[in-house]
């Protein structure tokens, strides 16, 4: 069972390199011009078997205008919580419930969320280089799916905490990009976000 899981973590470890955060984007504005875009019209866009896309999408969101809408960063956290687990685990497709994969966006909504965060994506597709590879073997490399759904957990709690969510969101943002592309200086570059939103908490509760 764990040889099977082993080669299933593998394998979605290889198609992370046919992936750029601009196609990413691309993608999922091929979906933005229905009325509504639900969970599930991204997973059709993205394919079963893309788990960092999947990780990617509520992340980027997070850190776009959409996260002041209510209770939207809370559910990304959720999504992000989900994917990333099954990265773990090895499984060789996503599986989301029902409900999360109904929960829908405005098609207006989510191109205005994707249009803003596109010159940043664009930017780290251009920084990114293959360096400090020690971080993507095993077992290490597990870690890093792990610290997604630790970031993404805080979320929830710290919502109404000012810019707190769009900073978790990127820290998760710059860990799945260093997946995506094996540039291991993106990995640690999410521990500053990660340490500002810890500041930014620690100042409101004092």
């Known amino acids: 069972m764990a040889d099977v899981s082993s080669q299933h973590a593998a394998e979605a470890e290889a198609s992370f390199g046919d992936w750029s955060m601009t196609r990413i984007l691309d993608c999922a504005m ?3 011009d229905r009325e509504d875009v639900c969970v599930g019209d991204m997973i059709a866009a993205f394919g079963p078997a893309s788990f960092l896309p999947l990780l990617l999408m509520p992340a980027m969101l997070l850190v776009s205008p959409l996260s ?15 994917v990333a687990t099954q990265m773990v685990a090895g499984r060789s497709c996503v599986w989301l419930p029902d409900w999360v994969k109904r929960r829908s966006l405005s098609g207006q909504q989510l191109r205005k969320g994707l249009v803003r965060v596109r010159p940043l994506a664009a930017w780290f597709d251009r920084n990114a280089h293959r360096r400090i590879g020690v971080l993507f073997r095993r077992p290490i490399w597990y870690v890093l799916p792990l610290s997604c759904v630790g970031l993404a957990a805080m979320i929830p709690f710290l919502e109404l905490v000012p810019f707190s969510s769009s900073l978790l969101g990127l820290a998760v943002v710059f860990i799945s990009l260093g997946m995506l592309t094996r540039d291991g200086l993106w990995v640690l570059a999410g521990m500053v976000p990660f340490i500002g939103a810890l500041t930014i908490v620690s100042k409101v509760l004092t």
């Open 30 to 32: 091929d979906v933005s």
């Open 68 to 82: 002041g809408i209510p209770l939207f960063s809370s559910f990304c956290a959720v999504l992000i919580i989900l």
